[in-house]
């Protein structure tokens, strides 16, 4: 028996935008990001981040939670739980359901890290809570420090990043809302 190798993040991307009929330009643009980055994204080089993958999956008339998923079955689920951006590390904590418009999130910031050139921005509302350490929100461009056990709800559609000014690595429990 022949298992077919399951396709990345990137593939699905490139797949669904195909399918959809937009080329890299228009969907980029679209998203809120550039083709040369959706570019690395489709080709495996970068890890996007979930907001960009919602972001993604909403221009594209999809459910949010299309590219969140990376297999089918519980166990090649289980062996890709835990995804890697270049600044930040983060666990789907609940399944996207096509009816479902809270998605849960466990982010791991290493210290001294922050979101480098990106800002990120979707539909929905979003909520962050610091489990341990310490995070900074900025929020277009205020900026909020939080320590262990604070946390904070904005209007996820205004420009925002995530930072972990401590020395220890951060945990958040991220809650987003997207109609």
Same mark, same amino acid.
């Given at each position: 028996?022949?298992?077919?190798?399951?396709?990345?993040?990137?593939?699905? !991307?490139?797949?669904?935008?195909?399918?959809? /009929?937009?080329?890299?330009?228009?969907?980029?643009?679209?998203?809120?990001?550039?083709?040369?980055?959706?570019?690395?994204?489709?080709?495996?080089?970068?890890?996007?981040?979930?907001?960009?993958? !919602?972001? %993604?999956?909403?221009?594209?008339?999809?459910?949010?939670?299309?590219?969140?998923?990376?297999?089918?079955?519980?166990?090649?689920?289980?062996?890709?739980?835990?995804?890697?951006?270049?600044?930040?590390?983060?666990?789907?904590?609940?399944?996207?359901?096509?009816?479902?418009? %809270?998605?849960?999130?466990?982010?791991? !910031?290493?210290?001294?890290?922050?979101?480098?050139?990106?800002?990120?921005?979707?539909?929905?509302?979003?909520?962050? &809570?610091?489990?341990?350490?310490?995070?900074?929100?900025?929020?277009?461009?205020?900026?909020?420090?939080?320590?262990?056990?604070?946390?904070?709800?904005? /209007?996820?559609?205004?420009?925002?990043? %995530?930072? /972990?000014?401590?020395?220890?690595?951060?945990?958040?429990?991220?809650?987003? &809302?997207?109609?």
């Amino acid at each position: 028996m022949v298992t077919e190798e399951p396709k990345s993040i990137g593939q699905r !991307i490139r797949q669904s935008r195909e399918k959809k /009929n937009f080329n890299v330009q228009e969907l980029a643009k679209l998203a809120g990001c550039s083709d040369e980055y959706l570019g690395w994204v489709e080709d495996g080089q970068v890890e996007p981040s979930v907001a960009l993958l !919602i972001q %993604l999956a909403r221009t594209m008339h999809l459910d949010p939670g299309t590219f969140l998923t990376a297999h089918d079955t519980e166990t090649q689920r289980l062996e890709e739980v835990a995804k890697r951006t270049e600044h930040y590390s983060y666990k789907t904590l609940t399944p996207p359901e096509a009816d479902k418009h %809270l998605m849960a999130f466990s982010v791991l !910031i290493p210290p001294k890290t922050a979101h480098k050139g990106v800002r990120y921005r979707h539909e929905g509302e979003e909520f962050v &809570y610091v489990v341990s350490g310490e995070a900074e929100i900025t929020v277009e461009k205020e900026k909020k420090r939080l320590a262990e056990k604070e946390s904070l709800r904005f /209007n996820a559609y205004l420009e925002h990043h %995530l930072a /972990n000014p401590g020395e220890k690595e951060c945990e958040l429990l991220v809650v987003l &809302y997207v109609p």
